[in-house]
């Protein structure tokens, strides 16, 4: 810890990347037992996939928006560490043979491919447990705040509005002809709802007001709608080479994306439009926003 | 809510039983989303599995020791709902092809077999969700009382000593020859974790004292053991049918069992003397301990 001084005044975005970076695998290395503790498999996949190189987008947002309520990094590390590990967990079982069937992640194995398929379960069933035991005992918050951390967690990790809501809907969705209105329930539960939730947490420990959670949650929603579009729009331009799994499979495999639905331009200018929107919803508070700003700008460029 | 109106004062086991089954499905309809609701396919796989007829010895467990230390069913229902959800979840993922492969359960299809595989993991996944979300956001408890049964479940339903952790060494350890320990270190977290939890859970909620959770311990450590052995004897002893899973399945499969080990008679002895343990350890409590005693017969003489 103390990597982190001041998050606040911060507004250089690939510096405050990197600290978000460290600060939390930190605080997962932390979390999760060793790679040599029995049983060792189990946790030796877990970390395979939780340090395989993610960008940490969700604990971002966690420090993002907790520092611009002035939360300290002592009451961010672990909800940011977790939902990391949501995230994480959801990322493993999507890649399942009986789900997407997904030999890479991040150009590396992914953890069934790596260790096995019933390990891989296991791993994912594990890191979500884990998750929630972190928060539970995470002392540098009051019992009250933990609770209702839990609860929204685990209303955006869960049903009917969640994450695994949302990868339910997508899987049943496969091979139907979607309208745009059903691709956004989709991505609002299966993307959105931990994107949203991520900002919010930071900005429920920093004590944010009804109204400054309102503004939050605004921001959040068009930026992680931004995260799928972006998403479907790198699966397309990009080589699997450079992207690290499997590019084009979205198409090929009949799921509903955007770029599908709408072409290429009309995306792209869909992208512009929710980057414009999230930036807009940060107008209404009294506070620095230049790094939130500066996630939905990095969002709509990026490469990968 | 309202059915069980004096559990403390009730010495009928099977009145018991019945009683908590009524309230804890009760609590577990009202956490799950309807059938019907989208995604209607998620929830139906849910309820499916939830309400197979399972027996809610561990919500027995939450009630039998929470009554004996003073605390109500309003407090009691959603932890023990909880901790039945969690139970239910591993069953469903302890199904699926790439774990145990196993076709029926009490008689019925398994998650995967009824609905498919992809379904039956998104299944469980979200039934641990949900369970830790019941228990954030139970108004009866404090929030106190509601981080610290978080911890304490997902430790035992987590890793290195838990649930998930059990589950992992047992398939780490198919056809290998296991020592008398090693089976203990295996059943202790793989079941034990979870019935030991159900009734601190109980005891906790019941602000047992520091002494009074240690006892309440013990006797849970036994009657978990207790449970796995009945269950090795079970499934050589009984036919497939009464059974409703596929018996010997355990020894064709050249999984560790303790009538493996020790032989028929020896196990049945060693559950004789489990019993009487658990029943010891709670003669240091000045409560009515006669279900949390009736519990520990019952487990001894199962038939199924």
Redesign the interface.
């Known amino acids: 810890m103390g990597i982190i001084d001041n998050l606040t005044a911060m507004d250089d975005l690939s510096e405050f990347l990197n600290l978000v970076k460290q600060n939390v695998d930190t605080a997962l290395d932390r979390l999760i ?1 060793g790679a040599e ?3 060792a ?3 030796s996949a877990i970390r395979w996939s939780l340090f395989a190189g993610g960008k940490r987008i969700r604990p971002a947002l966690v420090f993002a928006s907790g520092t611009a309520f002035g939360a300290s990094q002592k009451e961010l590390s672990t909800t940011a560490a977790a939902i990391e590990m949501i995230h994480t ?1 959801s990322l493993i ?1 999507d890649d ?1 043979p ?2 997407d069937d997904d030999d890479l992640r991040r150009g590396k194995p992914t953890c069934h491919k790596q260790f ?4 891989a ?2 791993a ?3 890191l ?3 998750a ?2 972190a928060i ?2 995470d002392e540098a918050l ?3 705040i ?3 951390l ?2 929204l967690i ?2 955006a ?4 509005n ?1 994450m ?2 949302g ?3 997508d ?2 969705a496969e091979g139907e002809n979607l309208t745009i209105d059903e691709i956004e329930r989709i991505h609002r539960s299966k993307t959105g709802a931990l994107i949203i939730v991520s900002a919010m947490a930071g900005a429920l420990i920093g004590k944010a007001s009804n109204d400054e959670l309102t503004a939050v949650e605004q921001y959040a929603q068009n930026l992680g709608l931004l995260f799928q579009v972006t998403d479907d729009l790198l699966d397309i331009t990009a080589a699997t080479e450079s992207l690290g799994k499997t590019a084009g499979k979205d198409i090929s495999s009949e799921k509903a994306t955007y770029p599908k639905l709408l072409g290429i331009d009309a995306t792209a200018k869909l992208a512009n439009e929710l980057s414009d929107k999230a930036c807009r919803a940060l107008s209404a508070l009294q506070r620095d926003t230049t790094i939130l700003k500066k996630l939905a700008e990095m969002l709509l460029n990026r490469k990968r």
Request: hydrophobic share 40%.
């Open positions: 037992p503790e029995e049983p498999r189990l946790h967990y079982h399942l009986a789900m096995d398929e019933a390990t379960i296991l994912g069933d594990v979500q447990t884990l929630f035991k539970a005992e009051s019992a009250d933990r609770t209702k839990i609860g685990a209303s990790a869960g049903t009917p969640g695994v809501a990868q339910q809907l899987l049943d």
